[in-house]
């Protein structure tokens, strides 16, 4: 799809196309629509990016909530979602010995039990060993530094879908 094409969309169409950009949270699509006419990619991310910076504390950490634990059980009962699928096998998950999925979901109960919402990071920028020890170093994190850390790297997840999404 083109920009102009996208630009062109009902707010209905715009959420369905753009929503999944955000993982179960076509809500920031839907308040996105509002910005068009997009002139590039980078606006239209901004936008978007804005929606949630502006949305408050809550809707923020709803939208980390929405993302699956890497390794989790969505991901071992085969039920995400196609973008978060992909992404998770692009970052060598997909083919973890049972040693790493243990490390894995370790990780995932202490970070979610310190933080109240799951580890987020950007799959396809990252190797499986990278994203432990990126568990390692953001377990010491605040829980407000994790709720920007994850917005962060939600923001680079979002880049990567639109840039699947446009045509440039």
């Given at each position: 799809m083109?920009?102009s094409?996208?630009?062109?969309?009902?707010?209905?169409?715009?959420?369905?196309?753009?929503?999944?950009v955000?993982?179960?949270?076509?809500?920031?699509?839907?308040?996105?629509?509002?910005?068009?006419?997009?002139?590039?990619?980078?606006?239209?991310?901004?936008?978007?990016m804005?929606?949630v910076?502006d949305?408050?504390?809550?809707?923020?950490v709803?939208l980390i909530q929405?993302h699956?634990?890497?390794v989790?059980?969505?991901a071992?009962a085969?039920?995400?979602t196609?973008?978060?699928?992909?992404?998770q096998a692009?970052?060598?998950?997909?083919?973890?010995?049972?040693?790493?999925?243990a490390a894995f979901?370790?990780?995932?109960?202490?970070?979610?039990?310190?933080?109240?919402f799951?580890?987020?990071?950007?799959?396809?920028?990252?190797?499986?060993?990278?994203?432990?020890?990126?568990f390692e170093?953001r377990?010491?994190?605040?829980?407000?530094?994790?709720?920007?850390?994850?917005?962060?790297e939600?923001g680079?997840i979002?880049?990567l879908?639109?840039?699947?999404?446009?045509?440039?």
């Amino acid at each position: 799809m083109t920009l102009s094409q996208l630009n062109s969309l009902s707010r209905e169409e715009f959420v369905r196309v753009v929503g999944p950009v955000f993982e179960h949270s076509p809500w920031i699509a839907e308040a996105g629509w509002d910005k068009r006419p997009f002139t590039d990619l980078e606006q239209l991310h901004g936008a978007l990016m804005r929606v949630v910076r502006d949305s408050g504390e809550a809707k923020q950490v709803g939208l980390i909530q929405a993302h699956p634990d890497l390794v989790g059980r969505a991901a071992l009962a085969g039920t995400l979602t196609p973008e978060s699928n992909r992404e998770q096998a692009s970052a060598g998950l997909g083919k973890l010995s049972p040693e790493e999925i243990a490390a894995f979901q370790k990780n995932n109960q202490a970070y979610r039990a310190k933080f109240g919402f799951p580890f987020v990071i950007c799959a396809r920028l990252n190797k499986k060993e990278a994203i432990l020890k990126g568990f390692e170093t953001r377990l010491q994190n605040s829980r407000v530094m994790e709720i920007a850390t994850a917005l962060e790297e939600i923001g680079k997840i979002a880049w990567l879908r639109l840039q699947d999404l446009i045509a440039n």
